[in-house]
């Protein structure tokens, strides 16, 4: 079973990186948190992923990672569990199979979706959506990071439950 606390410490100590950065919104930071430097690390992602397998629900029958994030640690939870992924795109292409689920059929089955990290859950709502839309059956979303403010994610509105393995808060006191 992984530490959270020691989890939480490699996690900010890979990723919280200090300089000047240029943010989504245009404001200029001190610090910068790099998700993907967890995920492009072997060890530390399968940490994390041995982390959300605890947290899958029971009846899960199928992984659903998220474009971009979310594919790695999907793909290291199904090796672990031995559950089937599908790689759940922002939209579905125009061409070849156009398809917004990649991997494997998702009609009629519980597709628990895996997202690296949630601000508003607005990525996750809109895949959880149109996963519905194809027949699945969407109600947990497994993340690494939940940094949302409480009271501002979206999916509660979608009835879509988050479980987490680390919060902001959890990297804010490992940081301190």
Not at 56 to 81: F, H, R
Not at 155 to 160: D, E, G, N, R, T
Request: charged share 25%; proline share 4%.
């Amino acid at each position: 079973m992984t530490d959270p606390s020691a989890l939480a410490h490699a996690i900010d100590a890979r990723c919280r990186l200090h300089g000047e950065f240029v943010l989504r919104s245009g404001a200029v930071s001190d610090e910068y948190f790099d998700k993907y430097l967890f995920e492009g690390d072997p060890a530390l992602l399968r940490r994390v992923a041995e982390a959300m397998v605890a947290l899958l629900p029971e009846d899960t029958q199928v992984l659903g990672g998220l474009k971009l994030g979310g594919v790695p640690i999907a793909t290291v939870v199904s090796s672990l569990t031995g559950l089937p992924a599908v790689f759940v795109r922002k939209k579905a292409k125009e061409y070849g199979t156009r398809r917004i689920a990649e991997g494997g059929d998702v009609d009629g089955r519980v597709v628990t979706l895996v997202e690296d990290i949630i601000t508003t859950g607005g990525a996750v709502r809109n895949a959880a959506m149109a996963l519905r839309d194809n027949g699945a059956h969407v109600s947990t979303v497994v993340c690494a990071i939940d940094r949302s403010a409480p009271d501002d994610s979206v999916l509660p509105a979608v009835q879509v439950a988050t479980r987490s393995v680390l919060t902001k808060a959890d990297l804010d006191a490992a940081a301190g």
